[in-house]
């Protein structure tokens, strides 16, 4: 699982088992004292009031970041490992809507 904070910053995010206690966010405690963030990745979930990033004490089972809170700059080859995995996610999709026709 990777870290939910990190996926902010950059296309892999960091890996990590931790999880908030009060809303299951799988998160690092890495430093990002250098760069855009002043905190942990820990310090800002739980620091934040957004309803996206921040502590909100609801479990949730699934964690979607929308493309307007992605702080990384679009290269070519981010776009293109971006468009990668959509193709696979969509082929796997059809493979299993398939399957389920049959």
């Not at 990190?6 to 990002?32: A, D, I, N, V």
């Not at 934040?48 to 809170?69: A, H, M, T, W």
């Not at 080859?77 to 398939?98: F, I, M, P, W």
Request: charge should be positive.
């Amino acid at each position: 699982m990777g870290c939910f904070i990190c996926r902010q910053y950059k296309l892999e995010p960091q890996k990590t088992c931790w999880r908030c206690r009060e809303c299951g966010m799988p998160l690092c405690q890495r430093s990002r004292v250098s760069g855009n963030c002043k905190a942990t990745c820990v310090e800002e979930h739980l620091a934040s009031s957004d309803p996206v990033i921040g502590c909100n004490l609801i479990q949730r089972d699934k964690f979607v970041l929308p493309e307007e809170y992605q702080k990384y700059p679009l290269t070519r080859s981010v776009l293109a490992k971006k468009d990668e995995k959509e193709e696979g996610r969509r082929q796997s999709t059809e493979k299993n809507r398939a399957a389920a026709t049959t």
